[in-house]
């Protein structure tokens, strides 16, 4: 393939991966859901993932019986649009009906809605110029929610970044916490701070995590307040760079505060220790010190007492924690992933009954209800779905460390014909490669193409505990490149793996890695980067985000401009002969495309086979299902001419 810049491709929608990957039958999503009070009714917001895995830009809102009787698809008022997004589901107190947000097409407004169980008198409440999300309802029966007036983007860093032109000195829109009177809202928490989570205490007021300033960059600095009208009282602050705060609970006695507290590099992306800290204010305590595993999530359940989702390796657990410093209690474990708000739940107060998503490699999602551990499938929409591969827990040795990742293997692989590998780095790196589905998409038809794929979570990830998370701090591409090639050595030795014939590919984190990795070995034969970060030190003045490096680098890059260096693929660009595909999103504010266009115009100038795609409209991540089928394309066509 000759070199080439791509910025924009005509026809993209007529683009498919692969005719086996386009031929599949739509893979079922559940993006959220809801149980009633008294467990009668499970709500979800869901659609079908495209041929190239993202979801399609049209959802449902879908009311289920949980004994399975009775299912009812709302009429939303945009369902016939291109694009129907509904979120943030909410039971009323009584189960009677179902609140959720709904956006307007083509803008960043949103309206709420109610809607009965059974699916009858849908019922605009309020009508908003700007963001809303996290709808729920608070003791006294009042609904709150985030909300964002005036919204120049969607929440959150990873959504793409509002046009970088004009005046951009002034004061940035703040998600606020607010509850709904009459048709309008009245807002709780001051104006001058952008909240990221919270949670109502039992006589009416509020907690929640919050920074002054710009929310995509400042949830690094984020304090624990308490929130009342007129007023809001920091009760926690970090004692370190390195301890971001997420996932406030309330304890249903009011006196306590639980939230996770660790390294993470991304809102959203949550792992490390529990804390508790009084409600009015005083020392916070780590209730799982010295923890070998992460915690991910937690909540107070229907019986009081504090359960966390525990990534442990290779295993996922539901851990209710001893009161009082008493032992744990594993109330679920299993090589699967759970998805729910909270714990990896819906809770269903004060009935016994949960729900939550259920999925690992081989078992396609599906919503499953029932007492924790004795779940009971919901949905069969998946049903016959089946994933061909044989998936492998591995584990090896790095510098001491114990690390863990997932080999991917095509199903009834001989042993006799051995097959190339493509590696694939997960972002974060705050973050872990855990069971998921692997239905249509890259991942699939990779596997159908003859790939095997390798999974490592090299250290900075989550699943081994606060210290391992923190072991690539000032080290970035240094010891965690050494524990994903010794987890490569590891697979060639335990499967039948060519290993002349290594790819390497990831997204954020993993984009960095597969750039910073082929300036450092010559052992992959071709790469694709995608969103990668190529130099630290222009980086560092380009991105939205700029707060989460202090953590990791330990200072800026204007008191230490050395760190950054240390760890820059362009300091070392010259080594590289690796052929290697690169694309990012034109808005990406997470790792800007300026650092992609640098690796591929370093690339080029040098000889190296080389290839660029900048998609217009994306941020951190391609959700236009065209682009992410044209990326998938450009990768598989790639690896094939290079390891074929």
């Known amino acids: 393939m000759s070199n080439a810049k791509v910025c924009w491709l005509a026809g993209l929608a007529a683009l498919a991966l692969a005719p086996a990957a386009a031929a599949e039958r739509p893979l079922h999503r559940y993006l959220e859901i809801a149980i009633s009070p008294d467990g009668a009714h499970v709500a979800a917001v869901e659609g079908d993932s495209t041929p190239a895995g993202v979801m399609a830009p049209t959802r449902q809102v879908v009311i289920r019986g949980a004994d399975g009787a009775s ?138 995590t919050a920074a002054p300033g710009d929310g995509d960059n400042n949830w690094w600095t984020a304090k624990l307040y308490r929130f009342s009208t007129g007023g809001a009282r920091v009760i926690h602050s970090p004692p370190t760079p390195q301890s971001q705060i997420a996932h406030p609970r309330v304890s249903p006695d009011g006196r306590e505060v639980a939230f996770i507290s660790g390294i993470m590099s991304d809102f959203g992306s949550t792992g490390g220790d529990v804390f508790v800290v009084p409600l009015a204010g005083g020392a916070a305590r780590d209730v799982t010190p010295n923890s070998a595993a992460s915690v991910t999530s937690l909540a107070y359940g229907c019986d009081g007492k504090l359960m966390v989702k525990l990534l442990d390796g290779e295993t996922l657990r539901l851990v209710r924690l001893g009161a009082d410093g008493g032992e744990p209690e594993t109330l679920w474990s299993g090589e699967e992933s759970l998805s729910g708000d909270n714990a990896g739940l819906a809770f269903a107060c004060p009935s016994v009954a949960t729900a939550t998503v259920r999925e690992s490699f081989t078992a396609p999602p599906e919503i499953a209800v029932g007492p924790i551990g004795a779940w009971k499938p919901l949905t069969h929409a998946n049903e016959g779905l089946t994933s061909p591969i044989e998936a492998r827990s591995l584990t090896w040795r790095s510098d001491g460390f114990r690390v863990q990742g997932w080999l991917l293997l095509p199903a009834h692989a001989s042993a006799a014909a051995k097959l190339p590998m493509i590696t694939i780095v997960h972002g974060g790196p705050a973050a872990a490669a855990t069971p998921r589905f692997v239905g249509p998409g890259l991942d699939r038809t990779l596997i159908e193409h003859g790939y095997a794929l390798f999974l490592p979570n090299p250290r900075g990830s989550f699943g081994q505990g606060e210290a391992f998370t923190l072991a690539n701090v000032r080290d970035f591409g240094h010891g965690d490149l050494r524990d994903i090639l010794a987890g490569v050595d590891t697979a060639t030795r335990e499967a039948p793996i060519d290993g002349t014939r290594l790819g390497l590919t990831g997204g954020s984190y993993g984009g960095y890695m597969t750039m910073w990795a082929v300036t450092q070995t010559h052992r992959f034969k071709a790469a694709v980067a995608a969103a990668g970060v190529s130099d630290w030190l222009s980086y560092y003045g380009e991105n939205g985000i700029d707060e989460w490096m202090i953590p990791y680098f330990g200072k ?76 998938a394309r450009r990768s598989l066509e790639w690896f094939d001419r290079y390891l074929k």
């Open 71 to 208: 299912v009812v698809t709302v009429a939303l008022p945009c369902s016939q649009a291109k694009e129907c997004a509904p979120s943030s589901l909410a039971w009323s107190p009584d189960g009677s009906h179902l609140v959720f947000a709904l956006r307007t097409p083509g803008t960043h407004a949103r309206s709420i809605y109610s809607v009965n169980v059974d699916g009858t008198g849908l019922t605009r409440l309020l009508q908003f110029d700007g963001v809303i999300g996290d709808l729920r309802y608070i003791p006294g029966g009042r609904l709150a929610m985030l909300a964002t007036a005036g919204a120049t983007k969607e929440s959150g860093a990873t959504q793409a970044g509002a046009p970088i032109t004009g005046d951009l000195s002034g004061p940035t829109p703040e998600q606020r916490i607010a509850v709904m009177a009459g048709d309008h809202l009245d807002f709780v928490s001051p104006p001058d701070l952008y909240v990221y989570e919270y949670d109502a205490t039992p006589d009416g007021a509020f907690v929640g």
């Open 556 to 631: 800026s890059v204007y008191d230490d401009p050395a760190a950054y260096a240390r760890s820059s693929p362009i300091d070392y660009i010259k080594n590289v002969t690796t052929p290697t595909f690169e694309y990012v999103g034109a808005q990406d504010i997470e790792c800007p495309a300026p650092q992609t266009e640098e690796f591929w115009h370093a690339l080029h100038d040098l000889g190296v086979p080389t290839s660029m795609a900048i998609y217009p409209g994306e941020g951190h991540g391609l959700r236009d299902p065209a682009h992410a089928a044209d990326a």
